[in-house]
Nanobody, 117 residues
Framework: QVRLVESGGGLVQAGGSLRLSCAPS????????MGWYRQTPGKQRELVAQ?????NTNYAESVKGRFTVSRDKDTVYLQMDRLKPEDAAIYLC?????????????WGQGTQVSISS
């Protein structure tokens, strides 16, 4: 079973930057999009940023202009600048594709991003 391996979370001061990385442990064919979600206690999981196989990007309104998603082969990155306290969350990497059985999602284990004010 292919896993997504994340790195780059941690504690940073408000206004600072972090860069998250995510790569699959094996090959995933026919990826349609790679991206990042985040989750905080009591809230629904939120799509933060996504990049499609053709390079189109999609961002949550709250991170536009501060976060940048990019991809290099099968590794997806999330550059987070000008971090705010409300960006604190567990960030989860996501990769999905479609198979004859339907949509197939892969998830990372999550990496904690903490912001000190």
């Amino acid at each position: 079973q292919v896993r997504l391996v994340e790195s780059g979370g941690g504690l940073v001061q408000a206004g600072g930057s972090l860069r998250l990385s995510c790569a699959p442990s094996g090959r995933i064919f026919n990826i349609l999009a790679m991206g990042w979600y985040r989750q905080t206690p009591g809230k629904q999981r939120e799509l933060v940023a996504q990049i499609t196989h053709s390079g189109n990007t999609n961002y949550a309104e709250s991170v536009k202009g501060r976060f940048t998603v990019s991809r290099d082969k099968d590794t997806v990155y999330l550059q987070m600048d000008r971090l705010k306290p409300e960006d604190a969350a567990i960030y989860l990497c996501n990769v999905f594709r479609f198979t004859p059985q339907g949509r197939e999602d892969y998830w990372g284990q999550g990496t904690q991003v903490s912001i000190s004010s």
